[in-house]
T-cell receptor, first 112, second 114 residues
Framework: SQQGEEDPQALSIQEGENATMNCSYK?????LQWYRQNSGRGLVHLILIRSNEREKHSGRLRVTLDTSKKSSSLLITASRAADTASYFC????????????FGTGTRLQVTL | DTAVSQTPKYLVTQMGNDKSIKCEQN?????MYWYKQDSKKFLKIMFSYNNKELIINETVPNRFSPKSPDKAHLNLHINSLELGDSAVYFC?????????????FGPGTRLLVL
């Protein structure tokens, strides 16, 4: 069964606005990662947050993790058309350090 | 100088055929993976190798056989292809012995079985 469920499934915003995507998971994790996939391309790693961390920043990206609620959010500030892509959360489960389990993805469309 | 490369990029074949997909990484990573992404964009791990040793083998039909001749290469051979095998197959790699850190993905191989 899938570990991560993402919300919303699709999001359409205008350039300059902020985009927030949420990820919920079911079992205890070692870390949670966010990846971006442009149409027809491979996945690109964005950010990794460990289970003992609550927030991380990277450029225009901000990720939060709430282990009590088993959820994470990815915020992209001041979005650009180039941010149009699918965004996936992926978890490394506690005790299974060898694999990522991906969520269902959020399709983000940024229009001019 | 591509980090993780896959060949071919596209593969169109008939049901029942046997095909192989190749993956190479020049990052010096110890661990490599095969993932399958279905038409709904759901991405699921199939196999993982660490230094040529199989460490993850998910519930995958035994028609799929991975082979790692060295730690920089992980190939995927598929026998008796079925319509349901149509998907995008991604190779990935990561440093160290496990997959807990960042993974680096190849561009994908789009397989269409007719």
């Amino acid at each position: 069964s899938q570990q991560g469920e993402e919300d919303p499934q699709a999001l359409s915003i205008q350039e300059g606005e902020n985009a927030t995507m949420n990820c919920s998971y079911k079992t205890s994790i070692n870390n949670l990662q966010w990846y971006r996939q442009n149409s027809g391309r491979g996945l690109v790693h964005l950010i990794l947050i460990r289970s003992n961390e609550r927030e991380k920043h990277s450029g225009r990206l901000r990720v939060t993790l709430d282990t009590s609620k088993k959820s994470s959010s990815l915020l992209i500030t001041a979005s650009r058309a180039a941010d149009t892509a699918s965004y996936f959360c992926a978890t490394v489960l506690t005790g299974t350090a060898s694999k990522l389990t991906f969520g269902t993805g959020t399709r983000l469309q940024v229009t001019l | 100088d591509t980090a993780v490369s896959q060949t071919p990029k596209y593969l169109v074949t008939q049901m029942g055929n046997d095909k192989s997909i190749k993956c190479e990484q020049n990052l010096g990573h110890d661990t490599m993976y095969w993932y399958k992404q279905d038409s709904k964009k759901f991405l699921k791990i199939m196999f993982s190798y660490n230094n040529k040793e199989l460490i993850i083998n998910e519930t995958v039909p035994n028609r799929f056989s991975p082979k790692s001749p060295d730690k920089a290469h992980l190939n995927l051979h598929i026998n008796s292809l079925e319509l349901g095998d149509s998907a995008v197959y991604f190779c990935a790699s990561s440093p160290g012995a496990g997959g807990a850190g960042t993974q680096y993905f190849g561009p994908g191989t789009r397989l269409l079985v007719l």
